[in-house]
Structure formats: structure tokens, C-alpha cells
């Protein structure tokens, strides 16, 4: 079975406190509500400033190619919480990087760690990957608390052009490979 079809599978994954699920249009204010505010993105992309602008980006970022994205949500109160996404997904390489946000009322509780490692299992698993990235900026040391925790480990620092303001940033590149899981 072709990764794509495996990961097709799970696109609905129940954890300890939260549900990851397909975002739809009907996360459009929910999703607004996170992605206007600049204190819960300040390392993803720039605050959007408008419903519009917001609904465009979550159609074209997570709607319109859903597999391997899935929005966060509270399994008690439905509520909406972030987004964790392959970003890059290799097939040939058996690799992945990933990227997440989480608002950040819920930041702290270990719940972006609890996606990471579940999401980790899936990838090594059932996805059949063997390495899993996480790229943050030098100053977002909450992501970097959340790799390692999730026993990703540093594996190289770096500068490189911010993707959308362009100017040359610092960088941490996190990662996780099977093999040191069965060690």
C-alpha cells in the first residue's frame, strides 16, 4: 500500500485529551480567531488581517491537499486549537518535516507534545518513515522545549531566509529517526 493511501487511513486520530481532524470550512471563525492574533504564531506566518485573508489561507494551505494535515481539537469541548501538518512529506526519503501552532491560552499543558509523539508513532509505524524534522527559529524556545521533549534532538544550527519577511534568520533543525527509537 502507497504511503499516501496509509496516511489516507488515519485521517481522524484520537489521543489522550484531543482529536485531530480534517479542517472545513466550517473552522472559518475559529481558525480566524487564532490566525489574527500575532501572539499565537509569532514563528509561522504573518497575523492575518482579515476574515478573507484567513479563509484564503486555510483553503489553499489546508483544505485544498488535506492529507497530512489535521487541525487540533479538544475532545471534551470541540474547541479548535491549532494545526499540526507534514510540511514536507518525502516518500522516496522516507522523510518527513512537520510544522504546528497551537493557541496560545493552551500552550504550557503538553498538548503539542502529546500530537508530536502520537503523530511520531503513525509516521514510524504505520507511514514506514525513518526520519522526522522540526525547523524552528533560534529564539522559539517553546518549540524547541516540545522536539525535545517528543525526543527529537539537535542536529544542526543554521542561517537562512525567512519565507516570508525574506530577511536571513537563525535556525535549529530538530530531528527523530526510527532507529534511535529502538535503540
Not at 506566518?45 to 487541525?71: I, N, R
Not at 493552551?106 to 522540526?134: C, D, P, Y
Not at 534532538?153 to 536571513?168: E, I, N
Amino acid at each position: 500500500m502507497d504511503i499516501w493511501v496509509r496516511l489516507a487511513n488515519f485521517a481522524e486520530i484520537e489521543t489522550e485529551r484531543l482529536l485531530l481532524k480534517p479542517l472545513s470550512i466550517k473552522d472559518s471563525q475559529a481558525f480566524y480567531d487564532i490566525t489574527q492574533n500575532p501572539e499565537n504564531l509569532p514563528f509561522i506566518f504573518p497575523a492575518q488581517a482579515s476574515q478573507k485573508e484567513s479563509d484564503y489561507l486555510l483553503v489553499h494551505y489546508f483544505l485544498k491537499e488535506p492529507l497530512g494535515k489535521w487541525g487540533i481539537f479538544d475532545k471534551t469541548s470541540q474547541e479548535f486549537l491549532g494545526v499540526f501538518n507534514f510540511e514536507k512529506l518525502l516518500a522516496q526519503k522516507k522523510s518527513a518535516e512537520i510544522g504546528y501552532f497551537l493557541k496560545k491560552s493552551h500552550w504550557g499543558r503538553g498538548l503539542m507534545t502529546e500530537v508530536l509523539k502520537n503523530l511520531a508513532f503513525l509516521s514510524f509505524q504505520v507511514l514506514g518513515l525513518k526520519t522526522l524534522i522540526i525547523i524552528t527559529h533560534k529564539e522559539n524556545l517553546a518549540s524547541q522545549a516540545v522536539a525535545k521533549k517528543a525526543g527529537f534532538r539537535l542536529v544542526r544550527q543554521y542561517k537562512g531566509s525567512d519565507r516570508y519577511t525574506h530577511k536571513m534568520r537563525d535556525y535549529h533543525q530538530y530531528e527523530l529517526r526510527r532507529k534511535d527509537l529502538n535503540e
